[in-house]
């Protein structure tokens, strides 16, 4: 089978079952051969995490291990600076080579604010980008610059992903998990419970490390 690889940048502060579903279901439509999550370090476009980038990683491997396409890539935690999702992409796109197709996974969310990204256009050269639905975040009215770029990448088809290795956009309906990390901290803050949001495993490391508590 022709490699295919997936990324899924995030805070991860904590990983929880949106994230997951999100990689399984991209995985999956699009015929990925593996997914790289990512944890950011210095995330250059909002507040720091509130967990260091130890920790974090520490959660997204608890959260993948059972589940043989997913991997983590610690490099952005281990790099000092800012992250920009940019230098990850030149750096996995030169390991992997010019042909393999390279797919940067999206939430709505986060691809709506794709333009303020460091050197954003840049990375439509590197990678393909995969951006999925999620609550709250409509797609329906994108900010002109991006409008631009998804009128000529626009790929109707997840198939089409396979046949060039970077420049596509491909929209996909994922089951609609209103999960985010802000609310899971805010349930741990306040002492309540984390289940089903949060994978076990995950749960059990933010009790044992007394995490995300008030
Ligand atoms: P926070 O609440 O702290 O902002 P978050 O839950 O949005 O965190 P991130 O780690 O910032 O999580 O998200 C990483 C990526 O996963 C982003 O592209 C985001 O859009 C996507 N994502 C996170 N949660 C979901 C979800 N429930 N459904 C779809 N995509 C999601």
Redesign the pocket.
């Known amino acids: 089978m022709r490699q295919c690889v997936g990324i899924?940048g995030?805070?991860?502060?904590p990983i929880?079952m949106?994230?997951l579903r999100?990689a399984q279901e991209v995985a999956e439509a699009v015929s990925l051969t593996q997914v790289l999550f990512i944890p950011v370090g210095e995330p250059p476009h909002r507040p720091g995490p509130q967990t260091s980038g130890r920790h974090r990683a520490q959660m997204v491997r608890c959260a993948i291990q059972d589940n043989a396409l997913f991997a983590i890539d610690e490099r952005e935690t281990q790099r000092t600076g800012p992250s920009y999702t940019v230098q990850t992409l030149r750096e996995l796109r030169h390991e992997l080579g010019p042909q393999t197709p390279l797919c940067m996974i999206?939430?709505a969310?986060?691809f709506l604010g794709l333009p303020g990204w460091y050197c954003w256009e840049e990375i439509f050269t590197l990678a393909h980008v995969v951006v999925?639905h999620?609550p709250r975040s409509e797609l329906t009215t994108l900010p002109v610059a991006l409008a631009e770029q998804y009128g000529v990448r626009h790929r109707a088809q997840a198939v089409q992903l396979q046949n060039s290795a970077a420049g596509g956009i491909f929209q996909i309906p994922?089951t609609a998990?209103?999960?985010?990390?802000?609310d899971v901290r805010a349930r741990l803050q306040r002492h309540l419970s984390v289940k089903y949001l949060v994978p076990q495993g995950v749960i059990h490391y933010i009790n044992e490390q007394q995490l995300f508590k008030g």
């Not at 995030?10 to 502060?13: I, L, N, R, V």
């Not at 998990?177 to 802000?182: K, V």
């Open positions: 899924l995030g805070t991860f502060d929880h949106g994230h999100l999206v939430g969310d986060a999925a999620r994922i998990l209103d999960i985010s990390a802000t």
